[in-house]
């Protein structure tokens, strides 16, 4: 019975039509099939297993009549190893069904609906996240994690169309490539960017990399800020959206391109010492100014890790933000609804009280945003509170903003 039951579910799922974008969607569209090839052929060597072991047991039966006991052991033993095998085939089976399922269900969603018109844009600092901290794992939900893992799965759950990253450590870019091959291990197509490896010395260098899902997004180009002296020259990405994956742009206005910068500002210091904070506060609009001469692009956005909390009324955090509202744009607070009440979000770490971690545009960006910017509370949506596991992955917390995908005017 377990046998055609399983063969009734494949073909059950296999008549479902995917009616996802055949570019963006090709891969995984190919691995479902294989996997459901490969379950029917298990199903297969499942019932010619059985089918045996009923001839072994026939033949078992036969020489008891007979009372050829040797022969009864030899046929027990048979049927009973066919049995197992097929026990095991069926198992085989069983797994790639949950798989294609599994991919199957990213589907579903495509069908009778339209293409997405807004996209999300993250921000993350994942604090030292260098060659140790790859390896290391957290215990959690019952098993060993790594790290990576859990990085790359916090994306997919935020669905980051593009994700600014800092603190990325280490002599090279392995600890992202881990979390990449997290990213595209059910046929996605993540990729990063390769900034240089950039600070004025080297317990501040750190890599800024951008990694953004590639079936959403083309990159048309790259490159760093070295003209301003910053503590670490800002990294950016030009980005494009990939028009088969969206919804056909509003009339007379086309698919939103943008500008995405990554930055870590230096950290905060008292009096004279907090002047490198205030010199990359003072480049930062320099830095937009000179990417919109360069390219031509008023859709600029600005992602990191800032050192400096817009949330306060008085004091140095304040007078720099002042600058930023009044010569880039507005700064707009992080809120999300809470038992039906909208509350204004003011904490970005995962323990303490500071929102150091931030997203900022132009004014002319305001009508391309949705309205929606947040902080991932990953201590208590992911980790269930537990936040010494959080720190674990990063003391800071992911950010977002969403965009309107299809009525970009600039």
């Not at 049995?83 to 790639?96: D, E, H, P, W």
């Not at 240089?196 to 079936?215: H, Q």
């Not at 919804?247 to 002047?275: M, N, R, T």
């Not at 930023?324 to 507005?330: A, L, S, T």
Request: charged share 30%; glycine share 6%; with cysteine.
């Amino acid at each position: 019975m377990r046998k055609f039951f399983l063969a009734f579910v494949i073909l059950l799922f296999a008549s479902i039509p995917i009616q996802a974008n055949p570019n963006s969607n090709y891969g995984l569209i190919k691995k479902v099939e294989l996997w459901e090839l490969q379950a029917t052929h298990y199903i297969s060597l499942a019932d010619n297993a059985m089918k045996s072991a009923q001839v072994a047991e026939s033949k078992a039966h036969l020489a008891q009549e007979e009372k050829k006991w040797d022969e009864v052991n030899k046929w027990k033993k048979k049927a009973l190893s066919l049995r197992k095998k097929a026990s095991g085939y069926l198992t085989k089976a069983s797994t790639r069904i949950e798989q294609s399922n599994q991919l199957r269900a990213k589907f579903l969603r495509f069908i009778g609906e339209k293409e997405p018109d807004k996209f999300i844009i993250g921000s993350w600092n994942i604090q030292n996240f260098g060659d140790s901290k790859m390896q290391k794992k957290i215990s959690y939900q019952g098993k060993d994690r790594p790290i990576p893992e859990v990085i790359a799965e916090i994306i997919k759950k935020l669905n980051f169309a593009v994700v600014a990253l800092q603190e990325i450590e280490g002599d090279d870019l392995d600890p992202i490539y881990a979390v990449l091959d997290y990213l595209n291990k059910d046929g996605d197509e993540y990729k990063m960017t390769y900034p240089e490896k950039l600070g004025e010395s080297s317990n501040r260098a750190e890599y800024l990399p951008i990694v953004y899902n590639s079936r959403l997004l083309k990159l048309e180009r790259l490159g760093h800020i070295k003209n301003y002296d910053m503590q670490r020259d800002p990294h950016y990405a030009k980005f494009s959206l990939r028009s088969e994956s969206f919804q056909e742009p509003q009339e007379g206005k086309k698919h939103f391109d943008f500008i995405l910068v990554s930055v870590h500002l230096a950290p905060k210091q008292s009096g004279e010492e907090d002047e490198p904070r205030r010199n990359d506060f003072k480049a930062l609009p320099k830095v937009v100014r000179w990417l919109e001469k360069k390219f031509g692009e008023k859709d600029i956005l600005v992602a990191g890790d800032f050192n400096c909390d817009p949330t306060t009324s008085r004091g140095s955090d304040y007078e720099l933000w002042e600058k930023i509202r009044k010569k880039i744009g507005p700064v707009h607070p992080f809120k999300k609804v809470v038992a039906g009440e909208e509350i204004i979000m003011t904490d970005s770490m995962s323990h303490g009280d500071r929102l150091n971690d931030n997203l900022i545009w132009q004014a002319q960006s305001e009508k391309d945003w949705t309205g929606q910017k947040q902080i991932y509370d990953m201590v208590q949506e992911y980790f269930g509170g537990e936040i010494s596991l959080a720190k674990e992955v990063s003391d800071h917390m992911p950010v977002w903003a969403e965009f309107y995908a299809n009525r970009d005017e600039d």
